[in-house]
């Protein structure tokens, strides 16, 4: 019975223990600050430190549950151990279960707020980033930060730089998962459209991707295996990411 250790982002801690719980194989979670993402080359030093802490033998193969993810998981390197990650932009793909899908809703509303229950339930205090940007209550709390440390004036002109990208957005989207206090998410995702005069959509998850990953199940279209002494590395026109063996030093 194959045993794999899941590396993966907070966001999507109730899909992958939901497909942990579901699978014949053994699967250790490892979870990671969801917050990490919004710096990529944090994020990859802290997912290769967890892969390099796994020792020869431990597993039959690491599981990245990530995406691209703003280039995040580029240059990520196997050692003795085969790494397996999505072919996914990011955590989106995961929860809607398809690089087509994901593709279909990005055709149909290219700038959109993504919200889901793993994401709003674990932000932190302080934090103003859904899983596509601020929910309200967040940019409540940033503004009043900012009045407290530059005053009124000030508050105002970041603010209004910060939201000039709100422009491009036209809609707030709630991606039931089935799992969790939907209610309160769905009426934060729907609160932002009105608030902004965008159009909100429930859309349902799927968890067919993530299922496949965890159950070993990995379609070179779909999944990348990284055999040990390869990296990954980008490849826009090759199912965006591709394996390419480590140079010997020297």
């Known amino acids: 019975m194959p045993h794999y250790i899941a590396l ?43 892969i390099d802490a796994i020792q020869p033998g431990e597993c039959d193969a690491i599981l990245l ?16 151990t085969p790494l397996v990650i999505p072919r ?12 087509q899908r994901y593709q279909q809703e990005f055709e149909r509303h290219p700038g959109t707020y993504w919200y889901s229950v793993d994401y709003i339930e674990r932000l932190e205090p302080g934090s103003s980033v859904t899983l596509g940007a601020a929910n309200i209550e967040m940019e409540d709390a940033e503004y009043e930060r900012l ?12 603010m209004e730089e910060m939201r000039k990208w709100l422009r491009h957005y036209s809609r707030a989207a709630f991606i039931d998962t089935g799992m969790g206090e939907t209610s309160k998410v769905e009426t934060i995702a729907r ?43 980008q ?15 020297g």
């Open 147 to 158: 009045v407290a440390k530059y005053g009124e004036e000030t508050a105002n002109d970041i």
């Open 235 to 249: 490849a826009l026109n090759d199912g965006l990411m591709r394996a390419a063996k480590i140079a010997a030093p």
């Open 191 to 233: 609160k932002k459209a009105e608030l902004e005069g965008w159009v909100f959509e429930r859309l349902e998850g799927n968890r067919r991707m993530l299922d496949a990953l965890i159950n070993g199940e990995w379609d070179a279209t779909e999944y990348l295996i990284v055999p040990p002494e390869h990296r990954i590395e």
């Open 8 to 50: 993966t982002c907070e966001a999507l801690a109730r899909s992958v223990y939901a497909a942990a719980a579901s699978t014949p194989n053994i699967i250790s979670v490892r979870l990671f600050k969801q917050g990490l993402h919004n710096h990529p080359k944090s994020l990859r030093v802290v997912l290769q430190e967890a």
């Open 88 to 99: 996914a932009h990011d955590c989106i793909t995961l929860y809607l279960g398809s690089g």
């Open 65 to 80: 549950v990530y995406g691209m993810c703003g280039t995040s998981t580029v240059g990520l390197a196997a050692r003795h």
